[in-house]
């Protein structure tokens, strides 16, 4: 059974910084593509990044320059560092990894951007 546990969020004001981490079950996190979305009140689930087995991230645009996504397989642990937050980027945040067809989803974390 795959588990994934996202945490680090909370309340920033606009032009700050959180790190999130989504650390996973299991031993087959390494292998696995692993994806950061958000979703914020009254709006759909989006993606915000993903990054491959070997390291390879892709970035929405929204993202792209502010956000950075990586990877410790060693600790089964997804990061996304989020640089020069904006009251936009407030959401609750997931992460996702697909497996055997399915896709599982952690809890979700809550950012909130706001001063």
């Known amino acids: 059974q795959v588990q994934l546990v996202e945490s680090g969020g909370g309340l920033v004001q606009p032009g700050g910084s959180l790190t999130l981490s989504c650390t996973a079950s299991?031993?087959?996190?390494?292998?696995?593509?692993i994806g950061w979305y958000r979703q914020a009140p009254g709006k759909q689930r989006e993606l915000v990044a993903t990054?491959?087995?070997?390291?390879?991230?892709n970035y929405a645009d929204s993202a792209k320059g502010r956000f950075t996504i990586s990877r410790d397989n060693a600790k089964n642990t997804v990061y996304l560092q989020m640089n020069s937050l904006k009251p936009e980027d407030t959401a609750v945040y997931y992460c996702k990894m697909a497996m055997s067809g399915r896709d599982y989803w952690g809890q979700g974390t809550q950012v909130t951007v706001s001063s």
């Open positions: 990054i491959s087995p070997g390291g390879y991230a």
């Open positions: 299991g031993n087959i996190f390494s292998s696995r593509a």
